[in-house]
């Protein structure tokens, strides 16, 4: 798995683990935009890290739903300088929805799937970038859209 550095073009190998208590204090609302604390008793909180650092660069809120037989992502987000047109490295979100997207695939198999609620509007964002499917409010990755998402960013 891997993120791509926007001013050199250079592909830098990443990991994506769970946040342990202590990672809470660098989640900040000011890089982070939300406040990751609130969520780490109800969800499974990961992040995603550069192989070799330790700084957080994307952070992901995940809930296993079995009756469903789905994982939605209740919060994802890049650090401040890995947003917009600036970015710093590009694919971040990508790792993290694809992540999600193999652990949906090993617990479920063929009937897996990956929800997300966006901001309003983000939706047309996850639609047209990683091919997500519109649910109502939600959208979302089952079948083939999901196993593209694992094959372009995870192997």
């Avoid at 935009?33 to 700084?55: A, N, P, S, V």
């Avoid at 300088?81 to 695939?105: D, P, S």
């Avoid at 990683?130 to 094959?151: D, S, T, W």
Wanted: charged letters at 30%; a positive charge; aromatic letters at 10%.
């Amino acid at each position: 798995m891997e993120i791509v550095e926007r001013a050199t073009g250079q592909k830098k190998p990443v990991s994506i683990t769970r946040v342990v208590k202590g990672d809470l204090k660098s989640l900040t609302k000011q890089r982070y935009f939300f406040k990751w604390k609130d969520l780490y008793e109800t969800t499974e909180l990961y992040k995603l890290t550069i192989d070799g650092d330790d700084d957080i660069l994307g952070v992901m809120a995940l809930q296993d739903i079995p009756e469903d037989r789905r994982f939605e992502i209740k919060l994802l987000a890049s650090s401040r300088e890995n947003v917009g047109t600036t970015k710093e490295y590009e694919h971040i979100a990508g790792c993290m929805i694809a992540y999600a997207c193999g652990l949906a695939n090993r617990a479920y198999a063929d009937l897996a799937c990956v929800s997300l609620l966006p901001k309003t509007e983000l939706k047309k964002h996850y639609i047209q970038r990683y091919n997500m499917l519109e649910g109502g409010a939600q959208v979302f990755l089952e079948a083939a859209p999901l196993n593209n998402m694992i094959k372009k960013y995870l192997l």
